[in-house]
């Protein structure tokens, strides 16, 4: 028994959702006196959390191998059904109304709890995906700062690119952009002008010189799967330091969108489900899209994610304007 109470978060799904997963839990448990542990592994940023962010505060646990990490498969949890495999449970996701909900694979039972009232046992599990509301992402990260070594390579990454630059975000796996959208959008604005590509389909690079032939196109970081699934999840088996690159990789991409004088996002059409190419319900801004876009419209935002990398960097970037690309 123990006289501490922890509720464990382990999100599920790409990074912005994983953002979200992260602060409801936060939240809840710095209402409730406990403390948050938090699992990456299974999540957008493909290890452990803490190898990438840091928080104020002693109220929570980002390494599941940190030193004071309590033996968790000893404690009285919620679910019970889980309880002495908190560790390694199993997820499987289930269709419910309105989404999709994980569930322990043996029991069948939902891996969370009621976040509407206080429980009893000293170890709550929320083991799920999806983006946990609007805006909770960015709640999370203002309270975020990136590890020092990956805020410094942050710096470094954007320092290369020119002083006054457009970006543009393009998802282009198992969500679809109409990339001749984008060319008739955006071709006549970046003429001339310099323009960061961020995308996880690398064929998206030719097409854009190809199409955009007066503008000078940059990318700073190279997907390395060519999928019709998100690297990040392209990326689970990969060994350790693979993913760590490809993590760190989406970091300095939302780093540099976010930096951007322009930040285009385009809406995504189109779908994979099932092997095929589908509409989507509504046209959508991906996550990520709408993560960068927050960053970008305040750069102070982005430079007390960086810490002490982001004292007095590129100080003549300020607001910056956010264009939404959709279909005529």
Known sequence: MTDRKYLLCRPLDGLNDTLGQVEICRAYAASHGRVLLVDGRQSGVLGEFGDYFQMAGNGHIFSMTDAVMPDIDRLDCYPAEIQGRVSTVCGKKNPVRGGIRTVDAETGVPLSFPFDQDHPEPLLLHQQGGGAGKGKSFDLIDRLTLVPALAQQVRDAIAA???????????????????????????NHVAGQDLLLCSDDPAVLAVLQAG?????????????????????????????????????????????????????????????????????????????????????????????????????????????????????
């Open 161 to 187: 690119l020119p002083a006054s630059y457009s970006a543009l975000h393009i998802r282009n796996t198992d969500l679809r952009t109409d990339l001749d959208m984008v060319l008739d959008a955006i071709h």
């Open 212 to 328: 955009l032939p007066a503008t000078r196109v940059h990318q700073i970081t190279t997907p390395h799967f060519d999928a019709n699934r998100p690297q990040h999840k392209a990326a689970r088996g990969a060994d350790a330091s693979l993913r760590h690159l490809i993590a760190a990789a989406s970091l300095i991409d939302l780093c540099a969108l976010a930096f951007a004088e322009t930040l285009y996002v385009p809406m995504v059409l189109s779908q994979l489900a099932g092997g095929q190419l589908v509409p989507t319900k509504k046209n959508r801004l991906s996550g990520f899209s709408k993560l960068a876009a927050y960053l970008c419209e305040d750069k102070d935002r982005i430079r007390r994610l960086l810490g002490e990398a982001g004292v007095g960097f590129r100080p003549q970037a300020r607001a910056g304007k956010v264009r939404l690309i959709k279909p005529l």
